[in-house]
C-alpha cells in the first residue's frame, strides 16, 4: 500500500472513531466499547525507536510493544514476563534468568519473524552501549552496575568523537585525534569483555562490578527490552522510523502509525499471555487542542480519558452531572518534590547572595522556614479539594518501597516526619526568634531574601509560589524574610536556574531510577547540582555534611541484608530532615481525570515501562468519581499492605 493511500485510509478510520465508530460484536459500556480505548493526544512523537528516546511520554507509546524480563503486578511486586524466574549469587554479582521458550518476534502485519532468544538480550546491550546509536538510557547499566558496560561505552564514544573530527576536518586522521587526547585504544575491551552473556539458547547471565540487590527493577526500562539483531542490522538507520521498522513481541502490535493524524494498536493474537489482555484496541487521536476539546469529547462518549484543569475544575466538580464523571488522578510515587535551600548562591547582587549564605548555613532558619511552611495550603493551588493526598513529608515517598511487610518512611528513623503534616506557627516562631540573634551576631541583615525561581511553562507554579510566599512572611514576619518571585526561562529551566545555583530557595524534583532508598538520595550526592551543600564553606555546615556522608556510606555497603541496607538509608535520610538541609512537599499527580480505566489494575511501580503498559487493564461499566475513588484507594492500599505483608 503506498504511503498516500495508507494515509488516506488511516485518517479515515480515525474519522470513523471520532463519530463514534464501533465495533459491532463487543460488548457496550454506556455506549462506549468495552474492548476499544480512546485518547486524544496534542504531542507527536519523533521515533519508534525505544532504545534512542528520552522522555516518559515516548517511552510510554512502546511499553506494550515488546515485553521485558519482567513485569509488576497491581501492588508492585515483580512478576515474570519473558524470564519465568532468576536468581542471583550470594553477594547479588551475578545474576541469571530463565527466558520464556516459544515466545516469537512478528512485524507490523503479525507475520512471525524469528524466535526471543537470550542473545536478544546480548544484541539490546551491545546497541544501547554503542555511542553511535545515541541510547538515552544507557547510563541505567552503569546503575545497574553492569560489568565494563561504561568503559565499552565510553571507548565507543571516543572512536566516534574520532571519526567525526576527521570527517570535520579537524584532524587527518582517528590516530592523530587520539594522540592528541592521550587516548590508547590498544587498551581497549571487546564487547565481550562486557558483563551481559547468553549462556545457551534460554539463559541469559548478567555479571556486575559490584553487589546489587535491586539489580531486578533495574530491567524495566527500555535499555534492558530486548532487540532482533539481524532485523536491527537490516534496517540500519531506518530502525523505529515508523511502525513497519520495528518488531513486536509485546501485547500489542502498532497496525497504524500516521504522524499528526494517529496511531492504533491492536491486540496480538499470538501474544504469549493473551488471556490477560482485555481492551484489545487502542486508538490515539493527534488533536493539538487536546486539553480544550477532551473534557467535552469525553462526556459524549467520543473519547475515554480527559484531564480535568484547574480551570474548568470547580464548574465540573459544582454540576451533579460532570461531578459524577472525574476524580483524582492516581497518586504517582516516581517523583519527589522538596524545597531545597541553595548553599551555593549565584543570583544577581540585588538579591543579596551573601546575605543569604549566611541565613542558609543557619540551622535555626532553616528550621523557620521548615516548620513554617504550609504545605496543604500550597498544595491547594493543584488540589482544592484533597491536598492532603498530595502531602509528603519524607523525601522518598510512602508506598515506593517496604521491608518486611514495613513501608520504608516508617521505619524507626522516618516514622516521626511520616507521621503527618509538620507544619506548626509556634514552633517555626520559636526557631525564628533563635534564628534572628543568631543571624544578627553573624552580620546578616534582615529581612533575610529568598530568590525563588519557577518555570513559567509549568501550570500553576507561579500561583503556588505566591501562595507559598504570602504565607511563608505572614507566618514568620515580612521583616524576617522577604520572598521573591521571579520567572525563570521556558525552555532550558534546569540548566539556566537550578543546576547554574541561581536561586536561594525554590522547589525542586527527583524521580526513582529503581527500587532502592539509595535512588532518592542520588540529588544530595557530593558534587551534586541541586542545592550544592558539598560546597558550604560554613564550618558547622561542612560538619553535617561529613556526618551525612559518613551515613550514606555505611548504607552503600550493606549489600545482601535489605532489611539493614533500608535502616541505614532511613537514618541517612532522617539526618537530612532533622537539620532541614531540604524541606519535604509533595508527590506527582496529574490532578483531576475523568477516566473510564480501573486506575487499581495497572502494574504499580514508579520506573521503567512497566508503569506505562495497558496489559490487564479493563474499561469500567461508568466513570469514578471522587468518592468511589478514594473507597477504591483504601480498599486497595489495605490490599497491598497485605500482600506486602506476606
Known amino acids: 500500500m503506498n504511503k498516500v493511500w495508507k494515509r488516506f485510509v488511516s485518517l479515515m478510520v480515525l474519522l470513523t472513531v471520532l463519530a463514534g465508530g464501533t465495533v459491532a460484536s463487543a460488548e457496550l459500556y454506556g455506549g462506549r466499547d468495552a474492548t476499544v480505548y480512546r485518547e486524544l493526544y496534542a504531542s507527536e512523537i519523533t521515533t519508534l525507536n525505544h532504545y534512542s528516546v528520552g522522555n516518559t511520554y515516548e517511552q510510554s507509546v512502546m511499553a506494550d510493544c515488546v515485553d521485558g524480563l519482567v513485569d509488576y503486578d497491581r501492588y508492585g511486586a515483580e512478576v515474570p514476563c519473558l524470564a519465568v524466574s532468576w536468581s542471583s549469587n550470594d553477594d547479588c554479582t551475578v545474576w541469571t534468568f530463565n527466558i520464556r521458550q ?88 571487546s564487547f565481550d569483555d562486557v558483563g551481559v552473556k547468553a549462556l545457551d539458547t534460554y539463559t541469559l547471565e548478567y555479571t556486575l562490578d559490584a553487589p546489587c540487590s535491586y539489580f531486578v527493577s533495574v530491567l524495566s526500562y527500555a535499555s534492558f527490552i530486548p532487540l532482533y539483531g539481524p532485523f536491527v542490522e537490516e534496517m540500519g ?104 535551600f541553595n548553599f551555593d548562591p549565584q543570583f544577581d547582587e540585588a538579591f543579596e547572595p551573601d546575605n543569604w549564605l549566611i541565613a542558609v548555613n543557619n540551622e535555626n532558619f532553616r528550621k523557620s522556614l521548615m516548620y513554617g511552611l504550609n504545605s496543604l495550603k500550597a498544595l491547594s493551588v493543584t488540589d482544592p479539594y484533597n491536598p492532603e493526598a498530595l502531602a509528603n513529608y519524607t523525601i522518598t515517598p510512602r508506598g515506593f518501597a517496604a521491608v518486611d511487610g514495613v513501608d520504608y518512611v516508617d521505619l524507626a528513623p522516618l516514622a516521626p516526619f511520616s507521621a503527618g503534616d509538620r507544619f506548626n506557627e509556634s514552633v517555626a516562631q520559636g526557631y525564628r526568634d533563635a534564628a534572628i540573634a543568631e543571624l544578627l551576631a553573624a552580620g546578616a541583615t534582615l529581612p533575610i531574601k529568598a530568590y525563588m525561581s519557577y518555570n513559567p511553562a509549568t501550570s500553576n507554579w507561579d500561583k503556588e509560589c505566591e501562595v507559598v510566599k504570602q504565607q511563608l512572611e505572614a507566618t514568620l514576619g515580612a521583616d524576617y524574610i522577604e520572598v521573591i518571585i521571579e520567572a525563570g526561562p521556558s525552555t532550558g529551566f534546569l540548566g539556566a536556574i537550578r543546576r547554574s545555583g541561581k536561586y536561594g530557595f525554590m522547589k525542586c524534583n527527583w524521580g526513582a531510577d529503581f527500587s532502592d532508598p539509595s535512588t532518592f538520595a542520588q540529588p544530595f550526592s557530593s558534587r551534586n547540582n541541586y542545592n550544592f551543600m558539598y560546597k558550604s564553606e560554613d564550618e558547622g555546615t561542612k560538619a553535617l555534611m561529613a556526618e551525612y556522608y559518613a551515613l550514606m556510606d555505611v548504607a552503600s555497603a550493606i549489600n545482601t541484608d535489605v532489611a539493614a541496607r533500608y535502616a541505614a538509608y532511613a537514618a541517612a535520610e532522617a539526618f537530612l530532615l532533622e537539620h532541614a538541609i531540604i524541606i519535604p512537599y509533595t508527590i506527582s499527580s496529574d490532578g483531576y481525570v475523568a477516566d473510564m480505566l480501573n486506575p487499581f489494575d495497572r502494574q504499580y511501580t514508579p520506573f521503567g515501562l512497566s508503569q506505562h503498559r495497558m496489559k490487564g487493564r479493563q474499561m469500567l461499566a461508568a466513570p469514578m468519581d471522587s468518592a468511589a475513588y478514594f473507597a477504591a484507594l483504601e480498599t486497595w492500599q489495605a490490599e497491598r499492605a497485605a500482600a506486602l505483608a506476606e
Open 102 to 189: 516459544g515466545v516469537k518476534w512478528y512485524d507490523f502485519q503479525g507475520n512471525e519473524v524469528a524466535e526471543v532468544t537470550a542473545q536478544d538480550w546480548v544484541d539490546a546491550a551491545k546497541y544501547v552501549n554503542e555511542a553511535v546509536n545515541d541510547s538515552a538510557w544507557q547510563y541505567m547499566y552503569e546503575e545497574g552496575h553492569v560489568l565494563n558496560a561504561q568503559t565499552y561505552y565510553e571507548q565507543t564514544a571516543d572512536a566516534l568523537d574520532a571519526e567525526n573530527a576527521v570527517l570535520e576536518g579537524e584532524f587527518a586522521t582517528v590516530e592523530e585525534y587520539y594522540a592528541e587526547n592521550d587516548i590508547d585504544p590498544s587498551t581497549w575491551i
Open 237 to 340: 538507520d531506518y530502525f523505529g522510523i515508523d511502525n513497519e521498522t520495528i518488531l513486536y513481541n509485546g501485547p500489542y502490535i502498532m497496525t497504524t502509525f500516521e504522524p499528526q493524524v494517529g496511531r492504533i494498536m491492536e491486540v496480538n493474537e499470538n501474544y504469549w499471555d493473551r488471556d490477560s489482555v482485555y481492551i484489545t484496541r487502542l486508538e490515539y487521536i493527534y488533536n493539538a487542542q487536546e486539553v480544550t476539546l477532551s473534557p467535552t469529547m469525553f462526556q459524549s462518549g467520543e473519547v475515554d480519558f480527559a484531564i480535568i484543569g484547574s480551570d474548568i475544575l470547580d464548574e465540573w466538580m459544582n454540576n451533579e452531572a460532570t461531578k459524577a464523571l472525574v476524580r483524582p488522578s492516581m497518586i504517582g510515587i516516581d517523583y519527589s518534590y522538596f524545597y531545597a
